[in-house]
């Protein structure tokens, strides 16, 4: 990812990071107590770097494009301080830095900035354990715990609807009700009432809790729609905040992992936390309708209830509705999400309150803990936990020591403690007590009440930092703390406080560098920019969070251009959007399954298509059938595959267009080498007579051999040639039509090999021996047949598609004998043609076999090759596009020409770990604006038509095989299929979707796959070859 893996240097490391017990840092004494240590007059001062982001810095950029960062310099006195450009200030501390030329608060003051290289540092490893905490095998190790939370999109400003909310938390319930009108979520209507928890049920049962957060929703229900009868829906669907780590399986399914902000309520880790909510959400109703617990009383009688409901107003609960928890998330996903308006996505967002955390919309595919690999997934990093390695050690405080240590979870949580506005206090604190005793600050009074944990809040700190006019409020602010300070105590003071919360907001913006590096690496965009909501009291409270923020995160990734957008009550109307988009969604799904669902093929479909296959095989082999079946079976009079045995050069003729090969192939002991070259046939010969034509073919044949020095051998010759043909001999075909541009007179009708010969004849060319004639699935079988003799069936699944296989002589009723095994050439791409496939067939089959020039002909070849798929897809697009699926509905007039969609696009659009941008590229091609949901539904609609052609084919094969299995009395079959053609080999999911549709359709049959090399020239050669080992063993 581009992370750095290097340690900070140790001359830029804190006293005492790399280990804990260092006797320099905050260590506990056995009563649990912290004890404040600090550097005393004989500490070294910590260095620093070449770039150092100061807590109260202000990064500026000047005309000359420097970087250079104004503070306050602690050198003078408070009331006389003055700006200094930092670059001046680097030059005086680089000529000595020994503890004589430091004061205690400059040493504060450095110990809480952080070098610019080790932010680098910093970054890097975030970025490191985000990735481990996306991957599978490494998930549990990782800090960073990239959770994914199952929101798979933003709001694109069309949801509309009512919606309920619950948000849980630290000493309340808020219920709210939330109208969204599809006006770009602009002017969201919101009715909101605030519960107070009861003392104690925090720490009871969570039952209990769960039964009073229903009753909380049950009483506003009643008052809400009392007051306004309009708002009375039988159902209405319910966003639940939840501010604890859960491992979310679902959208509307968490199991609650740990608790935390004082929480502790018993029998509810491990267990799915939206079940439990709704259950208590159930039983009230259950209660309203008479036949169960009524007005919120448990079976055990709570006392906590009783208490409660004697300080509310009397309610009847709401009888009106059914509520249906829908979706479970944090404040942090809801701030994203409310974020998002119309034409303006959000995909970042941060949250600087009393804990910290940051979500972002991440690549599907590489969020490994799920099983989703399609569009982007918003994962909940959890990043208040990095660190907890010991990451962090070399920038951890003697102060931040002490937090840690007093917490209710020491050692965890490491990064949060650094940054959260609950602990922000506690680390000034700690500060001040150290200050104190070295006595640079409240020097000769009473500072007992430092002492006392939480005294420092954060209010204090915002006001102090905040204050821009002298020091008469903090000195104020001081005094109701109980302090007696000096003016100068004064200031320094708020230095500490600004550098405290500077520091903050550089930790912050380093975690923000981290996010947004790697979305636009794993975007693979060399630029990337994005919306980022914010929330919570720091960016709130503190007026230049924003300004550090945007500055440190553009310094580390400066790549990446954020846009800060404030969040509206991201806990309430968030979780309103999140459930919105949620439901918005699930309609959308159901009109794109409704679409779909007739390309989607059952188990008993395929198992049909197989049982059809079989019976057309069978009608194409017997004699009496055989000219009404769709499945032709024509006898290629190829009688054996290569055994290993055969020797020598051998001819190759590959005609199939306005080029073709000539091809010599050498088969030795050692192996196979080939020599080739390719002639072109001028439009003026393809259009003339035959023998103009044929006269052309062997000029260029002895032009190759003479080139090669063959004039003087005679070679036998295998011929490919791929044109309709009547097949009457291994050596015998009559042209039934030309195509392909082709009208050379006087061959139709005639035996093409016979027209060869004639043609060398006049030529008096005696240096071959046509042999044999074969197509491009027989060649590829023989090709394969050479490297595995097992191998006894060819496949091709490219613009066409067809296959072969070896069967037994005695069920070839249209060729003489029953001896031995003949390969049948099936040409299956006609199956269906006799309407056995129709029920099959789609709106989009139809419209686009309409539109061929073929129409009603090679029906299963329109299902499966990749001349057709692409145009598949297209009409798919065209019905969405109109049913307002996709698009915008906006159909644009280069996806109205046929067959602008090309195949090759579905190989692209579904290549797993293609960034969806690259889908939007191809897009583009097509003059449509396209948005990220949909560049997911293409690639789905693509998925879902390659899917389809790729079980097709695995049906047809699976006939194939259970009938050479059944003909060979073999309890399990093992052959190879010799495959070639570009849609097999090209496209990334075509073939593992037809291997595993084939061994589940023929479990009794262990089928293996090999490429094909050049079929129609390598596989014709050893057809002549193996026609020539036949016939000197005949001799």
């Known amino acids: 990812m581009g992370s750095r893996s290097t340690r900070p240097r140790s001359q830029i490391g804190r006293p005492g990071g790399a280990d804990r017990t260092d006797p320099g840092s905050g260590a506990a004494e056995p009563d649990g107590r912290c004890v404040d240590r600090w550097w005393g007059p004989s500490s070294a001062a910590p260095e620093l770097g070449p770039m150092t982001v100061m807590g109260q810095s202000c990064l500026l950029h000047d005309r000359r494009g420097s970087v250079r960062i104004l503070h306050r310099d602690e050198n003078k006195e408070p009331s006389t301080s003055m700006e200094t450009d930092t670059r001046i200030l680097m030059g005086n501390l680089s000529q000595g830095r020994d503890s004589s030329h430091t004061t205690p608060i400059q040493r504060a003051l450095r110990s809480l900035s952080i070098p610019l290289e080790r932010l680098h540092i910093m970054k890097g490893h975030m970025m490191e354990d985000m990735c481990k905490g996306l991957s599978r095998q490494t998930h549990a190790q990782a800090k960073v715990r990239m959770l994914p939370?199952?929101?798979?999109?933003?709001?694109?400003?069309?949801?509309?609807?009512?919606?309920?909310?619950?948000?849980?938390?630290?000493?309340?319930?808020?219920?709210?009700?939330?109208?969204?009108?599809?006006?770009?979520?602009?002017?969201?209507?919101?009715?909101?009432?605030?519960?107070?928890?009861?003392?104690?049920?925090?720490?009871?049962?969570?039952?209990?809790?769960?039964?009073f957060i229903a009753q909380c929703l049950s009483q506003f229900l009643t008052e809400t729609i009392h007051s306004d009868p309009s708002k009375s829906e039988e159902r209405l669907p319910l966003g639940f905040v939840f501010p604890f780590t859960c491992r979310q399986t679902q959208l509307d399914k968490a199991e609650l992992f740990s608790w935390s902000k004082g929480f502790r309520c018993n029998d509810v880790l491990g267990k799915d936390v939206v079940e439990l909510l709704q259950s208590a959400i159930n039983k009230q109703e259950v209660g309203a309708n008479g036949t169960g617990l009524a007005n919120g009383t448990t079976a055990t009688g709570k006392s906590w209830l009783s208490f409660w409901r004697r300080k509310?107003?009397?309610?009847?609960?709401?009888?009106?509705?059914?509520?249906?928890?829908?979706?479970?998330?944090?404040?942090?996903?809801?701030?994203?999400m409310t974020c998002s308006t119309e034409g303006r996505p959000c995909e970042v967002a941060v949250v600087a309150d009393k804990g910290s955390n940051c979500c972002f919309m991440a690549e599907a595919y590489l969020v490994e803990t799920t099983d989703e690999t399609s569009g982007r997934m918003c994962v909940n990093t959890e990043w208040g936990c990095f660190g907890d390695d010991g990451t962090l050690n070399d920038i951890v405080t003697p102060y931040d020591e002490c937090v840690d240590v007093e917490s209710s979870n020491p050692g965890k949580k490491r990064f949060e403690k650094m940054v959260g506005t609950l602990y922000l206090g506690e680390i000034v604190r700690h500060a001040l007590i150290g200050l104190t005793a070295e006595k640079a600050l409240f020097t000769g009074t009473d500072i007992g009440v430092l002492r006392e944990k939480g005294v420092f809040a954060m209010q204090n700190i915002l006001d102090i930092i905040n204050n821009e006019e002298g020091i008469t409020e903090v000195k104020r602010i001081l005094e109701v703390l109980g302090l007696q300070p000096s003016e100068r105590d004064c200031g320094r003071v708020q230095q500490i406080c600004r550098a405290v919360v500077g520091r903050a907001a550089t930790l912050h913006?380093?975690?923000?560098?981290?996010?947004?590096?790697?979305?636009?690496?794993?975007?693979?965009?060399?630029?990337?920019?994005?919306?980022?909501?914010?929330?919570?009291?720091?960016?709130?409270?503190?007026?230049?969070?924003?300004?550090?923020?945007?500055?440190?995160?553009?310094?580390?990734?400066?790549?990446?251009?954020?846009?800060?957008?404030?969040?509206?009550?991201?806990?309430?109307?968030?979780?309103?959007?999140?459930?919105?988009?949620?439901?918005?969604?699930?309609?959308?799904?159901?009109?794109?399954?409704?679409?779909?669902?007739?390309?989607?093929?059952?188990?008993?479909?395929?198992?049909?298509?197989?049982?059809?296959?079989?019976?057309?095989?069978?009608?194409?082999?017997?004699?009496?059938?055989?000219?009404?079946?769709?499945?032709?079976m024509l006898p290629t009079y190829v009688t054996h595959t290569p055994d290993g045995t055969e020797r020598g050069d051998f001819l190759a003729l590959d005609l199939g267009g306005t080029n073709f090969r000539v091809l010599v192939v050498r088969v030795t002991k050692e192996g196979i080498c080939?020599?080739?070259?390719?002639?072109?046939?001028?439009?003026?010969?393809?259009?003339?007579?035959?023998?103009?034509?044929?006269?052309?073919?062997?000029?260029?044949?002895?032009?190759?051999?003479?080139?090669?020095?063959?004039?003087?051998?005679?070679?036998p010759l295998g011929f490919t040639f791929s044109f309709p043909c009547q097949q009457l001999g291994l050596d015998k075909a009559l042209l039934l039509t030309w195509t392909k541009g082709f009208s050379a007179s006087g061959c139709v009708g005639q035996d093409v090999v016979q027209l060869l010969r004639d043609a060398a004849r006049r030529k008096q060319h005696l240096g071959m021996q046509v042999v044999a004639l074969v197509n491009d699935t027989v060649g590829t079988m023989m090709a394969c047949g050479y490297d595995d003799p097992k191998c006894e069936i060819g496949l091709i699944v490219g613009t066409g598609t067809n296959a072969c296989y070896m069967e037994e002589m005695r069920n070839v009723g249209t060729?003489?004998?029953?001896?031995?095994?003949?390969?049948?050439?099936?040409?299956?791409?006609?199956?269906?043609?006799?309407?056995?496939?129709?029920?099959?067939?789609?709106?989009?089959?139809?419209?686009?076999?309409?539109?061929?020039?073929?129409?009603?002909?090679?029906?299963?070849?329109?299902?499966?090759?990749g001349m057709y798929l692409g145009e598949i897809v297209r009409q798919i697009l065209m019905v969405m596009t109109e049913k307002q699926l996709l698009f915008q509905g906006k159909i644009s007039s280069k996806l109205q020409t046929r067959n602008i969609f090309q195949t090759k696009f579905l190989s692209s659009i579904e290549l797993n770990g293609?960034?969806?941008?690259?889908?939007?590229?191809?897009?583009?091609?097509?003059?449509?604006?396209?948005?990220?949901?949909d560049s997911v539904l293409l690639r789905e609609v693509c998925q879902t038509v390659s899917l389809r052609a790729a079980q097709l084919c695995a049906a047809g094969l699976a006939a194939v095989v259970e009938k050479m299995r059944e003909n060979r009395g073999l309890d399990q079959l093992s052959v190879t299929v010799g495959v070639d053609g570009t849609l097999y080999k090209l496209h990334p999911c075509f073939s593992t979707n037809l291997q595993t549709t084939l061994k589940d359709l023929a479990p009794n049959c262990n089928v293996s796959f090999m490429l094909s090399e050049d079929g129609s020239g390598k596989g014709a050669a050893l057809v002549a070859a193996v026609a020539s080992r036949a016939a000197k063993t005949m001799e």
């Open 914 to 933: 293609l960034a969806l941008r690259q889908i939007q590229a191809i897009l583009n091609e097509l003059e449509i604006e396209a948005s990220f949901e």
């Open 509 to 632: 913006a380093t975690g923000l560098a981290a996010i947004l590096s790697y979305m636009c690496q794993t975007r693979d965009q060399e630029t990337l920019m994005v919306s980022v909501g914010m929330d919570g009291e720091l960016y709130k409270g503190y007026p230049r969070f924003q300004e550090i923020l945007l500055s440190v995160s553009r310094l580390l990734s400066p790549e990446c251009m954020a846009t800060l957008l404030p969040s509206r009550d991201g806990s309430g109307r968030g979780a309103a959007m999140v459930t919105a988009v949620a439901l918005r969604l699930a309609a959308l799904r159901r009109e794109v399954n409704e679409v779909l669902a007739p390309l989607r093929l059952s188990r008993a479909d395929l198992e049909r298509v197989q049982a059809l296959m079989r019976e057309e095989m069978d009608r194409g082999l017997n004699k009496e059938t055989n000219a009404t079946a769709s499945v032709r």
């Open 149 to 211: 939370t199952y929101i798979c999109s933003t709001p694109n400003g069309t949801e509309q609807g009512n919606f309920l909310v619950v948000e849980l938390c630290q000493s309340q319930v808020r219920t709210l009700w939330v109208t969204l009108y599809g006006d770009g979520n602009m002017s969201p209507n919101m009715v909101y009432k605030i519960f107070d928890l009861p003392e104690g049920i925090t720490q009871g049962k969570g039952e209990a809790l769960f039964d």
């Open 312 to 336: 509310s107003c009397e309610f009847t609960p709401g009888q009106l509705c059914h509520v249906d928890v829908v979706a479970l998330m944090n404040d942090t996903v809801g701030t994203m």
């Open 815 to 865: 060729v003489e004998g029953d001896q031995g095994r003949m390969c049948i050439n099936m040409e299956w791409g006609a199956f269906g043609d006799n309407g056995c496939l129709d029920h099959l067939f789609t709106h989009f089959d139809h419209v686009v076999d309409e539109s061929t020039i073929n129409p009603g002909k090679q029906r299963f070849e329109k299902l499966i090759s």
């Open 674 to 715: 080939m020599a080739s070259e390719i002639y072109v046939i001028p439009i003026a010969i393809m259009q003339g007579t035959g023998e103009a034509l044929f006269d052309h073919i062997i000029n260029c044949i002895i032009d190759f051999q003479t080139k090669q020095s063959l004039g003087a051998d005679m070679l």
